[in-house]
T-cell receptor, first 111, second 114 residues
Framework: QKEVEQDPGPLSVPEGAIVSLNCTYS??????FMWYRQYSRKGPELLMY????GNKEDGRFTAQVDKSSKYISLFIRDSQPSDSATYLC???????????FGGGTRVLVKP | ETGVTQSPTHLIKTRGQQVTLRCSSQ?????VSWYQQALGQGPQFIFQ???????GRGNFPPRFSGLQFPNYSSELNVNALELDDSALYLC?????????????FGSGTQLSVL
C-alpha cells in the first residue's frame, strides 16, 4: 500500500463548476501538506501550503487538512479550462526533508 | 516561472551509458532536491543537497549520485543506465529555514533510455 493515495481520474467538469480533489495518507508523522499543479511536460507548480489541520483559502483555491482522518482536500471554485492539469498532493514530516507525493489526479475542465 | 532552470530539456541515451543532468536553483535558495517522475506517477525523492553535502536520500541505488556547487547549482549523475530509468527528472530548490520549506520545481529533463 502506498503512503499517499490519490484517485488518478480523469475528473471531468463543466466550466464554472467546483473541482473537488482529495488524498488519503497512512503516515501520522506528516505535518506539512501541499498541492501542486502540473501541466503536461512541465514541472509541478506550488498552489497551496498548509501546516497541520485546518483550512486555508487563496483566491479560488481552498485546502483542507483533517489529520484525525488522514485526509486532505483541495477545492477549486469557478473552474476554468486553464485549470485543466494534473493535481498532485504532497506531504512531509516535521523532521526530514523529502516530499512524499500522491500519484496525481488529472482534471479536465470543459468549456 | 520559478527561476529554477534545468538542462537539457530532453535526452536520449542507450542502456549502460552514463548521463549528467544540471540544475540552477532559484536566487537566494541554498538547498536543491532531485525527484524522478515516471509516466503517470507522482515524483519520487532521489536526494537533497544542502551546502554542498548530501542531506537525505530516497530509495535509489548508488549509481544515482549528485553534486552541489558553491553557487548552489547542482548535478544529477546516473551511471549504467537501465530502461526503467526513463522518466522526467525534476530539480527543486528551496531555502532551508528549519521551519516551513517550500520547494519550487524546474520544468525537468525528460530522459529516454533505449
Amino acid at each position: 500500500q502506498k503512503e499517499v493515495e490519490q484517485d488518478p481520474g480523469p475528473l471531468s467538469v463543466p466550466e464554472g463548476a467546483i473541482v473537488s480533489l482529495n488524498c488519503t495518507y497512512s503516515n501520522s508523522a506528516f505535518q506539512y501538506f501541499m498541492w501542486y499543479r502540473q501541466y503536461s511536460r512541465k514541472g509541478p507548480e506550488l498552489l497551496m501550503y498548509t501546516y497541520s489541520s485546518g483550512n486555508k483559502e487563496d483566491g479560488r483555491f481552498t485546502a483542507q487538512v483533517d489529520k484525525s482522518s488522514k485526509y486532505i482536500s483541495l477545492f477549486i471554485r469557478d473552474s476554468q479550462p486553464s485549470d485543466s492539469a494534473t493535481y498532485l498532493c504532497a506531504m512531509k514530516g516535521a523532521a526530514g526533508n523529502k516530499l512524499t507525493f500522491g500519484g496525481g489526479t488529472r482534471v479536465l475542465v470543459k468549456p | 516561472e520559478t527561476g529554477v532552470t534545468q538542462s537539457p530539456t530532453h535526452l536520449i541515451k542507450t542502456r549502460g551509458q552514463q548521463v549528467t543532468l544540471r540544475c540552477s536553483s532559484q536566487s537566494g535558495h541554498n538547498t536543491v532536491s532531485w525527484y524522478q517522475q515516471a509516466l503517470g506517477q507522482g515524483p519520487q525523492f532521489i536526494f537533497q543537497y544542502y551546502r554542498e553535502e548530501e542531506n537525505g536520500r530516497g530509495n535509489f541505488p548508488p549509481r544515482f549520485s549528485g553534486l552541489q556547487f558553491p553557487n548552489y547549482s547542482s548535478e544529477l549523475n546516473v551511471n549504467a543506465l537501465e530502461l526503467d530509468d526513463s522518466a522526467l527528472y525534476l530539480c527543486a530548490s528551496s531555502l532551508a529555514t528549519g521551519l516551513e520549506e517550500k520547494l519550487f520545481f524546474g520544468s525537468g529533463t525528460q530522459l529516454s533510455v533505449l
